[in-house]
């Protein structure tokens, strides 16, 4: 349960960080100039992907509790169901329950390899290419002000 418990933490903070970066990348667009086009276009794709991740990760469509029966669930539908299962228990997990935990976790640490090689490559290059064009970076290191360094959010 404590695995569980802790991978759907995982997995709530990796939305978190998809949201922050999402709307940082919003706000760059809107800074942009139109001879910056192709930077605009850079930030939506990146944005289109950390949809794509988020999708999977949780359901981004569900607007009302009804709407559990209208869209697939995500993985954090799927980690919070096996919780529920194991908590109830009187006993240890079945291998059923096992191996199904084990097939979501892989699942869940598959998205959250996916954000994090994202992060890593499309976020640092989209960085040093708003940098190259006098635009404020995205959080992912820290910012100069004034004459001492602050932390950006990460």
Same mark, same amino acid.
């Given at each position: 349960?404590?695995?569980?418990?802790?991978?759907?933490?995982?997995?709530?903070?990796?939305?978190?960080?998809?949201? !922050?970066?999402? &709307? #940082?990348?919003? *706000?760059?667009?809107?800074?942009?100039? /139109? %001879? $910056?086009?192709?930077?605009? +276009?850079?930030?939506?794709?990146?944005?289109?992907?950390?949809?794509?991740?988020?999708?999977?990760?949780?359901?981004?469509?569900?607007?009302?509790?009804?709407?559990?029966?209208?869209?697939?669930?995500?993985?954090?539908?799927?980690?919070?169901?096996?919780?529920?299962?194991?908590?109830?228990?009187?006993?240890?997990?079945? !291998?059923?329950? &096992? #191996?199904?935990? *084990?097939?979501?976790?892989?699942?869940? /640490? %598959? $998205?959250?390899?996916?954000? +994090?090689?994202?992060?890593?490559?499309?976020?640092?290059?989209?960085?040093?290419?708003?940098?190259?064009?006098?635009?404020?970076?995205?959080?992912?290191?820290?910012?100069?002000?004034?004459?001492?360094?602050?932390?950006?959010?990460?």
């Amino acid at each position: 349960m404590q695995k569980l418990i802790g991978k759907l933490s995982a997995l709530n903070r990796r939305v978190n960080r998809i949201r !922050l970066l999402k &709307r #940082q990348l919003g *706000d760059v667009q809107k800074r942009l100039d /139109d %001879g $910056e086009k192709s930077l605009g +276009d850079c930030a939506q794709a990146l944005v289109t992907q950390l949809e794509a991740i988020e999708g999977v990760l949780i359901d981004i469509k569900r607007e009302t509790s009804r709407d559990l029966e209208r869209n697939p669930p995500g993985l954090d539908d799927k980690l919070i169901d096996l919780v529920n299962v194991v908590a109830i228990a009187d006993a240890a997990p079945t !291998l059923q329950v &096992r #191996q199904v935990s *084990d097939e979501i976790v892989s699942k869940v /640490d %598959g $998205e959250i390899k996916k954000l +994090d090689e994202l992060v890593r490559d499309a976020v640092s290059a989209l960085n040093a290419a708003l940098k190259n064009a006098g635009v404020e970076l995205l959080g992912t290191g820290k910012a100069q002000v004034g004459c001492e360094e602050t932390p950006t959010v990460q």
